[in-house]
């Protein structure tokens, strides 16, 4: 951890403002900087080797990229189920009967919870899965194209399942910056999605005041169980690959996904003003 860097005096502590606001535009990370001037990070699939000479890199690993093409929809859906129970048993080892897990309204996190509720139920392990809900006493409207309250739906998924015990989470009168210079502290870098990690620490407190040793999320389900494509409409449009725009739309729609306006809601929405709105009344809220 840079650290046990900054504790040496002779190594300044001082942010490298320009990997700071690369990390906020969210931009991918790449070379060797990290977020504290002069210190350098080691990069993934590398080694770096010092010594009295010098110091050398080479890289160990490079991620091959794979294609492999099916026949129907069907065995699409079953590879895709084969993987993600692969991927959430891997995570299973060591569970002692418990396991904890987020469960929004969503297909991500709900993808991952009934994989552990299915692989766990043979041995009659059981599936705590914690849903952030709003506080105690709060009645404001949700904003406009959003879902306020996911518990209901939650709740309709750990209805199918025997061996999932649903947990309804308040974030009571926790502040998105409360635990600022902690999480700094903790990971030496900037924590994205303040409000998030306010209901993050309620579940994480839940899940520590239960002892339990594993918990499970879904967060990188927007780039894969719950992607449709959409996010790539403007980019497709705008570089006039009209013929890919065309097949993706009409992908998207075939799917159900979404409707013919709401791919055209996606593709063109970016460039317009923000008084003009084009999205569909009757669209749904899209969570992970």
Same mark, same amino acid.
């Given at each position: 951890?840079?650290?046990? /860097?900054?504790?040496?005096?002779?190594?300044? /502590?001082?942010?490298?403002?320009?990997?700071? *606001?690369?990390? !906020?535009?969210?931009?991918?990370?790449?070379?060797?900087? &990290?977020?504290?001037?002069?210190?350098?990070?080691?990069?993934?699939?590398?080694?770096?080797?010092?010594?009295?000479? +010098?110091?050398?890199?080479?890289?160990?690993?490079?991620?091959?990229?794979?294609?492999?093409?099916?026949?129907?929809?069907?065995?699409?859906?079953?590879?895709?189920?084969?993987?993600?129970?692969?991927?959430?048993? &891997?995570?299973?080892? +060591?569970?002692?009967?418990?396991?904890?897990?987020?469960?929004?309204?969503?297909?991500?996190?709900?993808?991952?919870?009934?994989?552990?509720?299915?692989?766990?139920?043979?041995?009659?392990?059981?599936?705590? *899965?914690?849903?952030?809900?709003?506080?105690?006493?709060?009645?404001?409207?949700?904003?406009?194209?959003?879902? +306020?309250?996911?518990?209901?739906? $939650?709740?309709?998924?750990?209805?199918?399942?025997?061996?999932?015990?649903?947990? !309804?989470?308040?974030?009571?009168?926790?502040?998105? !910056?409360?635990?600022?210079?902690?999480?700094?502290? /903790?990971?030496?870098?900037?924590?994205?999605?303040?409000?998030?990690?306010?209901?993050?620490? $309620?579940?994480?407190?839940?899940?520590?005041?239960?002892?339990?040793?594993?918990?499970?999320?879904?967060?990188?389900?927007?780039? &894969?169980?719950?992607?449709?494509?959409?996010?790539?409409?403007?980019?497709?449009?705008?570089?006039?690959?009209?013929?890919?725009?065309?097949? *993706?739309?009409?992908?998207?729609?075939?799917?159900?996904?979404?409707?013919?306006? +709401?791919?055209?809601?996606?593709?063109?929405?970016?460039? /317009?003003?923000? &008084?003009?709105?084009?999205?569909?009344?009757?669209?749904?809220?899209?969570?992970?």
């Amino acid at each position: 951890m840079p650290k046990g /860097l900054l504790s040496l005096a002779d190594v300044p /502590l001082a942010p490298d403002e320009e990997r700071v *606001a690369e990390c !906020l535009a969210l931009l991918p990370e790449y070379g060797s900087s &990290s977020f504290f001037q002069g210190i350098e990070r080691v990069e993934p699939g590398h080694v770096i080797t010092v010594t009295c000479t +010098g110091v050398s890199e080479r890289r160990h690993w490079n991620w091959q990229r794979r294609t492999r093409a099916l026949g129907t929809p069907a065995e699409y859906v079953e590879a895709l189920r084969y993987n993600l129970d692969q991927a959430v048993r &891997s995570q299973l080892r +060591g569970v002692d009967g418990q396991v904890g897990a987020h469960l929004s309204a969503g297909f991500d996190s709900s993808s991952v919870t009934t994989s552990a509720a299915r692989l766990l139920s043979p041995a009659g392990g059981k599936v705590i *899965a914690f849903t952030a809900v709003p506080r105690a006493g709060y009645d404001l409207p949700a904003p406009k194209y959003r879902l +306020g309250d996911e518990g209901p739906l $939650a709740a309709a998924t750990t209805a199918m399942y025997a061996n999932i015990e649903h947990v !309804l989470v308040g974030s009571c009168d926790r502040l998105p !910056l409360d635990t600022l210079d902690h999480n700094l502290f /903790l990971f030496d870098r900037p924590v994205l999605g303040l409000c998030n990690n306010v209901w993050g620490r $309620a579940i994480n407190d839940q899940v520590r005041a239960r002892k339990l040793g594993v918990l499970l999320t879904g967060q990188m389900g927007n780039l &894969s169980i719950s992607y449709d494509g959409s996010q790539l409409l403007a980019e497709l449009m705008l570089s006039r690959q009209w013929t890919q725009w065309a097949r *993706a739309v009409a992908a998207i729609v075939r799917g159900r996904h979404r409707r013919l306006r +709401g791919a055209l809601s996606a593709t063109f929405a970016p460039w /317009l003003p923000k &008084s003009v709105d084009i999205r569909p009344t009757n669209c749904q809220p899209y969570t992970g």
